[in-house]
């Protein structure tokens, strides 16, 4: 089976993206699972240090290795925006594929010092652990926010991140390129769509040559996702969405059910909701009709 960078760059020379999806409990990661291997298409599952701490970091790796080996299917475990050093190493020592250690939140030029020395000492503990690190402002928490706010100021320059991929001697690069974390009620109801500056997205992908990650992509656009994807996406991260249907779901089951207590017979509906929200987006991106 290939590993995760072959699996990625692969993808880059189909055109298409490998989709990640955040898990918080069994039903999300077993929806998720669901639909990557019925569409027969890799998929990264990821975990945030909050998800971590509740699924158990070592929990959730066992959780995923017994799917990819007893399935022999690529499934890969990312530990998404890990903010400390420490963090970032329980992760590579429980056998994640990929980290994304996010110190976006300092000057650049911090950033990439203490994200190269963090990418030396995880590689020292997994030589193909893939390290994705993270400049420019797409907010915070993948949640449902009262307004959209101003991330303008916090777009990523392509000349900035070239400097900061050589700097970093990171895997992946995560830029703002009009992404987001999170939603607004208006997406949730589909009124508005997110909007990517993809004219920005090629500039960074011609500037670094560099993987890249679209973080915040839940509500985005369908035709903005697939020219970003043409344009050098190469991952793209849906967790709010998937978030929405795993509630939707739950309500009506208990809607449905409103006396049932046995939770194997209330979670099937949640997890087929997660699973048609995550099928759709494996189809779209990676162009299956």
Do not use: C
């Not at 945030?48 to 290795?65: D, H, I, N, T, Y």
């Not at 390129?177 to 960074?204: C, E, F, P, Y």
């Amino acid at each position: 089976m290939l590993g995760l960078r072959d699996v990625l760059e692969q993808a880059q020379k189909n055109k298409v993206a490998v989709g990640h999806f955040n898990v918080a409990d069994f039903s999300l990661l077993k929806a998720v699972f669901a639909a990557a291997y019925e569409l027969k298409v890799p998929v990264i599952v990821g975990a945030s240090e909050g998800e971590r701490k509740f699924l158990g970091a070592r929990q959730l790796a066992a959780l995923v290795r017994s799917l990819r080996e007893e399935f022999d299917f690529p499934i890969f475990l990312n530990a998404d925006h890990t903010h400390t050093l420490a963090s970032a190493i329980e992760a590579a020592k429980a056998g994640y594929d990929a980290i994304v250690f996010d110190l976006s939140a300092l000057p650049i030029d911090e950033n990439a010092g203490q994200t190269r020395d963090a990418v030396e000492k995880l590689k020292a503990i997994n030589p193909s652990i893939l390290i994705e690190g993270e400049i420019g402002d797409i907010g915070t928490g993948s949640e449902i926010h009262d307004e959209v706010p101003d991330l303008s100021k916090g777009l990523t320059d392509p000349e900035e991140a070239k400097r900061y991929l050589a700097a970093s001697n990171i895997d992946i690069l995560s830029p703002a390129v009009g992404n987001m974390h999170g939603m607004v009620q208006s997406m949730v109801q589909g009124k508005t769509k997110k909007r990517l500056d993809l004219a920005r997205i090629a500039q960074i992908k011609s500037a670094t040559g560099a993987l890249l990650t679209l973080h915040g992509a839940s509500g985005t656009d369908d035709d903005d996702m697939r020219e970003a994807i043409d344009a050098g996406i190469n991952i793209v991260h849906i967790n709010t969405e998937l978030r929405i249907a795993w509630r939707q779901g739950l309500n009506a089951s208990l809607a449905k059910q409103p006396q049932e207590v046995v939770p194997y017979k209330i979670l099937p509906a949640v997890i087929d909701a997660i699973q048609q929200v995550a099928a759709s987006r494996l189809k779209l991106f990676n162009k299956l009709s």
